[in-house]
């Protein structure tokens, strides 16, 4: 006989040790997180040197996003188009799945945080109508971390602290927090320095329902790293501060300095008597001076203006390193030359950029292949058939655009490397799982028409009618 228990109203010890590593884990890399968050809005605080701004001019922010350029340029060649079966079968069901999770755009915002963070999360859970599919969702790392084991490439458990506490009634001081572990998530709200236990999901799976989609792995470092590098925020830095300094000498020396000799006082003093101020005197446009009392005429001039000419070679400067460090063409940060670049040179810069988002494609499909799978796991409540393999279908990050992608597919169909009523060629043209669908049945309608006018022909003509002559029909 089974002797039924109640579920903890409280954690168990095991269970409070996790939680409290996991939190401090998420604490510690939170403001790292933060900062790259912060380049990637253009929020990020320069570091002023102290010596060429005035202490009038503290708050004077300048910004360049080259960082968010960087990203998105990789991120725009990263276009998640299907899942299916790589046997061939039916894939309806994975699409299923895809469709009720919005998962072609949700995907957009996973790799974005993963480039961004150096990882993002993606959590399977029951869906709460019966018959419904899982339900994925992508965390960000701000508020979300995992244990990994290295060995056997999976979660031991994970912990996600929910932000928008005023959604769930919430005080400041209590925080919700689900922690994952292989049979169970656990739903608890913290009051003080305890634990209350809200809920218990005992899936009994044998797996943690969350995986890590992560950019730039190490074999040391299986949490990723971000794009915006080191390197990437200290030139961006350096050409804020070149920008800046721009903008201060535009406050100092953007309207030349005149001298004026041997003037008397009376030329900076008004009708009445009063001086005047210094724009007063600098903005007159005719400068009316008495002669002194020699006779002789003041002299006036002005010094040269300042050019900014010297610290606009420098920002270019720092966009061609940007250029090379995010992997784009120099153009996408602003830098122009005198020659513009060719064609050819363009698709050669690109080069880098495109075998970049080769990477990414077979990293992040990975992850996004066992998603899939382990909705289906939560699903079906057993572990699918390991012998069936599920495929990503992705857009050619070296045609990202529709047009691009219909040219390339015309090319080898005339080149005859491909039919062309092939499904291959309908998917290189970037045509939409549905969209293929739906060409497919329109070529089975006009074939359809073609075999019925084929046989409506052959009738007419077996029973058309002969000749006039002996009155006999030649069957």
Request: with cysteine; proline share 5%.
């Amino acid at each position: 006989m089974t002797i039924p228990t109640l579920p903890l109203v409280g954690l168990s010890d095991d269970e409070q040790q996790i939680l409290t590593l996991l939190r401090t884990d998420l604490l510690a890399h939170r403001f790292k997180l933060e900062v790259l968050d912060a380049y990637f809005n253009g929020e990020q605080i320069i570091r002023d040197l102290g010596i060429s701004i005035p202490p009038q001019l503290k708050t004077l922010h300048t910004v360049i996003g080259w960082p968010r350029v960087g990203v998105e340029a990789l991120e725009q060649r990263l276009d998640l188009e299907a899942f299916r079966w790589a046997d061939g079968s039916d894939s309806t069901e994975l699409e299923e799945i895809a469709e009720a999770n919005d998962l072609y755009d949700e995907s957009s915002l996973a790799h974005l945080d993963a480039l961004t963070y150096g990882h993002e999360y993606v959590t399977v859970g029951t869906a709460d109508d019966d018959g419904a599919p899982p339900i994925i969702t992508y965390e960000s790392p701000l508020d979300m971390t995992l244990a990994w084991d290295a060995r056997l490439r999976k979660p031991l458990y994970a912990l996600r602290e929910c932000q928008d506490r005023y959604d769930f009634g919430l005080t400041p001081d209590e925080r919700l927090v689900t922690l994952y572990l292989p049979d169970q998530n656990i739903y608890a709200v913290q009051q003080g320095n305890d634990w209350e236990v809200i809920d218990r999901d005992e899936h009994g799976l044998g797996v943690v329902t969350v995986l890590r989609m992560a950019n730039r792995q190490r074999t040391g470092d299986r949490v990723g790293k971000s794009e915006i590098t080191p390197e990437v925020r200290s030139i961006t830095d350096a050409a804020c501060r070149r920008l800046m300094g721009i903008e201060v000498a535009a406050e100092f020396f953007g309207a030349p300095q005149r001298y004026i000799l041997g003037a008397s006082e009376s030329a900076f003093q008004d009708a009445e008597g009063n001086a005047k101020s210094a724009w007063e005197t600098y903005i007159g446009r005719v400068l009316a001076l008495e002669r002194d009392e020699d006779g002789d005429v003041p002299t006036v001039g002005a010094f040269t203006a300042h050019d900014p000419s010297g610290q606009t070679k420098i920002i270019d400067l720092y966009a061609r390193i940007m250029s090379s460090q995010l992997s784009v063409p120099p153009h996408m940060l602003g830098y122009t030359s005198d020659n513009p670049a060719s064609a050819d040179a363009i698709r050669s810069a690109e080069g880098a950029l495109v075998k970049k988002a080769e990477r990414r494609i077979r990293r992040f499909g990975a992850t996004h292949k066992a998603t899939m799978q382990l909705a289906l796991w939560v699903r079906d409540g057993e572990q699918p058939d390991p012998s069936r393999r599920i495929e990503t279908v992705w857009r050619n990050p070296a045609t990202p655009t529709i047009a691009a992608q219909t040219d390339a597919a015309v090319k080898m169909v005339a080149a005859g490397l491909l039919p062309a009523d092939s499904e291959v060629a309908l998917e290189m043209a970037g045509l939409t799982e549905d969209q293929r669908e739906r060409v497919a049945a329109e070529r089975r309608r006009a074939q359809g028409r073609q075999v019925l006018a084929s046989l409506v022909g052959q009738g007419a003509e077996e029973t058309a009618v002969p000749e006039a002559g002996d009155g006999e029909y030649d069957l």
